[in-house]
């Protein structure tokens, strides 16, 4: 089966920049999704396709693609980002899906 | 507004039955694919299963295929979920999420979520 890989845990100063990559084979397939997860909460979309960002989403969440690796970026990161954030993609049947192993996001 | 509220979780002996439900408001519930979505105590999301929005196709992740049953409602915009021959690990929140494109990635994601049920199968 298709697996995501992430990093457990990213630090950030407020207001500097910080990548989330997460990496799998079918994301050469596939494009990703982005959710952030905040304690005690259900998880939100920030970011679909090649570089789309929901309703309500700041623009200082982008996303982006590269081979087997998918991004997200949070430029000028704010307090509020503190959380655990997810990739999300389909497997090679295209009708399962996989999330990523998870990133928790510290900002400092 | 635009909300999914998911009901019937509990506590539950290993090997009993539980069905879980969810009820969508707001949005053409009937031409959306939706999805369960678990996520165990302290662990990360786990993708459950999928139906699409006739209810015709369905997909289970290998660890409850055989086990779980995903239904829908259209005339209700209802979610359904029947758990059988519960495990410990099948403890988790259990949340309802919809599926914004289920045919292109590009256009894809789970755009709505409810806020959970928790199911518990104690040792």
């Known amino acids: 089966s298709s697996e995501l890989t992430q990093d457990p845990a990213v630090s950030v100063a407020l207001g500097q920049t910080v990548r989330i990559t997460c990496q799998g084979d079918?994301?050469?397939?596939?494009?990703a999704s982005w959710y952030q997860q905040k304690p005690g909460q259900a998880p939100v979309l920030v970011i679909f396709?090649?570089?789309n960002r929901p309703s309500g989403i700041p623009d200082r969440f982008s996303g982006s693609n590269s081979g087997n690796t998918a991004s997200l970026t949070i430029t000028g990161a704010q307090a509020e980002d503190e959380a655990d954030y997810y990739c999300n993609s389909r497997d090679s049947s295209g009708y399962h899906y996989v999330f990523g192993t998870g990133t928790k996001l510290t900002v400092l | 507004q635009v909300q999914l509220v998911e009901s019937g979780g509990s506590v539950v002996q290993p090997g009993r039955s539980l069905r879980l439900s969810c009820a969508a408001s707001g949005f053409s519930f009937s031409t959306s694919a939706m999805n369960w979505v678990r996520q165990a105590p302290g662990k990360g999301l786990e993708w459950v299963a999928l139906i699409l929005r006739d209810g015709s196709n369905k997909f289970y992740a290998d660890s409850v295929k055989d086990r779980f049953t995903i239904s829908r409602n259209n005339f209700k915009n209802t979610l359904d979920l029947e758990m059988n021959s519960l495990r410990t690990e099948d403890t988790a929140i259990y949340y309802c999420a919809r599926d914004k494109d289920v045919y292109d990635s590009s256009r894809g994601g789970f755009d709505i979520w409810g806020q959970g049920t928790m199911v518990n199968v104690p040792s």
């Open positions: 079918i994301l050469r397939e596939y494009y």
């Open positions: 396709g090649k570089n």
